[in-house]
């Protein structure tokens, strides 16, 4: 059990991470209140992330396989929270990092239930 609230916190911080990478802050003019927190990360970034991300996935033993293949609809989750914030922000700001890692925290855990249920 701890290994999957363990595995979900991981992939979901990446999933969010990855948006420091593919999209732009959305106000970084003189209108906006606070400065963003972050600017882009390089690739180099965003590869340790992604490795620390996905790494408690390859400890589940025999159902490694399965468990890997969850990284998919995380991903799309993210993917689908990427096209809702760029249509009506702009592009991302923290709040919406915070969401992003929340639903594919959540996204991973009913994943990962389903798969566990049709072994």
Excluded: N
Aim: one cysteine or more; proline letters at 3%; glycine letters at 10%.
């Amino acid at each position: 059990m701890g290994l999957t609230f363990f595995s979900g916190h991981a992939i979901s911080r990446f999933a969010a991470a990855t948006f420091i990478y593919t999209h732009e802050y959305a106000r970084e003019d003189a209108t906006s209140k606070v400065k963003p927190v972050s600017k882009k990360i390089s690739i180099g970034e965003l590869s340790i992330a992604g490795i620390l991300g996905v790494a408690p996935l390859f400890l589940y033993g025999d159902h490694t396989l399965f468990v890997v293949c969850l990284i998919v609809p995380v991903m799309l989750a993210k993917w689908r929270l990427g096209r809702y914030f760029q249509k009506w922000l702009g592009g991302y700001t923290g709040d919406c990092l915070g969401a992003t890692q929340q639903v594919c925290e959540i996204v991973f855990y009913l994943s990962l239930l389903i798969l566990w249920t049709s072994i």
